[in-house]
C-alpha cells in the first residue's frame, strides 16, 4: 500500500511499471539499457478513491490523464532503473496530494469603518497635494 495522505491509500497491484529506453546523452549505457521508468495508473478502474476524489484529480491532473482515464507519469532523471522507481513514486504521490488537497473556502470580510475612513483622508490629502501642483492653484499664484 502506497499512503498518500489520511484515508488515502493505493494498491501497488493498481500501479503498472513500464520500462523503456532512454533518450539523451548517455552513450552506449542508452543504447543498451532499458532505465526510463513509466508509472500508469488507471483511474477509471481503481478502488482506492472515490467517484468524488477521481473527478478532484481528473479536473486537476487533467493534462497527464489520457483518454481512457491512465495517469502517467515518467521519469528518467537516473541511469538507474530502480532510483528511476522510486522517484516516479515519489512524483506520482506529490502529484496526488495536491491534487486531492482541498482548499479552505474563502470567507468574506467586510472593511472596518476606521479603514474605509482612513482610505478616504488619504485620497482626500493626495487629491490636495496634486490640486496644488495646477497651474490654477492658488499655491502657484503667491
Known amino acids: 500500500m502506497i499512503a498518500i495522505m489520511a484515508g488515502v491509500e493505493i494498491p501497488e497491484n493498481e500501479l503498472e511499471f513500464v520500462a523503456s529506453r532512454s533518450g ?39 493534462s497527464r490523464i489520457s483518454k481512457e482515464g491512465v495517469l502517467q507519469i515518467s521519469s528518467q532523471r537516473t541511469r538507474s532503473q530502480d532510483l528511476n522507481r522510486e522517484d516516479v513514486v515519489a512524483r506520482f504521490i506529490e502529484l496526488l496530494r495536491v491534487a486531492l488537497h482541498e482548499e479552505k473556502a474563502r470567507v468574506k470580510t467586510k472593511a472596518t469603518r476606521s479603514s474605509r475612513e482612513e482610505r478616504l483622508k488619504e485620497k482626500r490629502i493626495r487629491t490636495s497635494v496634486k490640486q496644488s501642483r495646477t497651474k490654477g492653484s492658488k499655491a502657484w499664484d503667491d
Open 24 to 62: 539523451g546523452p548517455g552513450g552506449q549505457n542508452v543504447n543498451k539499457v532499458s532505465s526510463r521508468v513509466t508509472l500508469r495508473f488507471d483511474l477509471e478502474r481503481t478502488s482506492a478513491l472515490t467517484a468524488e476524489q477521481q473527478q478532484q484529480v481528473r479536473g486537476k491532473l487533467s
